[in-house]
């Protein structure tokens, strides 16, 4: 694992690099994934992602193994609970936006048939492939990222910017940004 040319960022924890390895930026098409990932990148906002991929596990514990039919029909007990898991990133505000997520994720099913249609809707259901020579060129937002915040955040969606929608097209490999030169650019 360590004779690998990796993007620069996951360089500091062996998680870092195994996510990097395994998951990020491989194209996603299960709709308990993706919505998994959604959820991680909202609870991110505003944190580093390592401090979410530490806490992962615990996350999938305490929001049922990320079932978001389950999720869409927590009340405030569960909620309660939730606030006083230290496990997780306990900000009401996140917890309570898991919630209205899941409905509005359903909802989105509901229309599309799928979450992962809907999502992929954005992109023909092919994987941009940005070919980035470093960190430095990979974009925070694009005009894309911007168009799906949008759209969600009009579907009821909260947490849901700009910045967390590029973040969870990387994740989920709506779009490709493994510089050029990483080893999982061969193997994706």
């Not at 195994?18 to 919505?35: C, I, M, R, S």
């Not at 694009?142 to 955040?153: E, F, R």
């Not at 700009?162 to 650019?185: E, K, L, P």
Request: net charge positive; hydrophobic share 35%.
């Amino acid at each position: 694992m360590e004779d690998k040319t990796r993007c620069n960022w996951c360089l500091s924890s062996d998680l870092y690099k195994q996510y990097h390895d395994q998951e990020w930026g491989k194209p996603v098409y299960n709709d308990a994934t993706l919505f998994e990932f959604l959820l991680l990148e909202t609870f991110q906002a505003g944190l580093s992602w390592i401090t979410i991929l530490n806490k992962r596990e615990n996350f999938r514990n305490a929001f049922d193994q990320f079932d978001y039919k389950k999720i869409a029909t927590y009340q405030d007990p569960k909620i309660q609970e939730l606030l006083l898991d230290t496990g997780i990133i306990r900000n009401k505000l996140k917890v309570n936006s898991a919630v209205t997520n899941a409905q509005n994720f359903i909802k989105i099913q509901e229309e599309f048939g799928s979450f992962s249609k809907y999502i992929w809707g954005f992109v023909d259901g092919k994987p941009i492939d940005n070919k980035p020579l470093t960190l430095k060129e990979v974009p925070a937002t694009t005009p894309l990222s911007d168009a799906i915040s949008k759209d969600l955040k009009k579907r009821g969606f909260k947490f849901v910017g700009s910045t967390v929608m590029y973040a969870f097209m990387q994740a989920t490999g709506i779009v490709n940004d493994h510089i050029q030169g990483c080893w999982t650019r061969q193997n994706r």
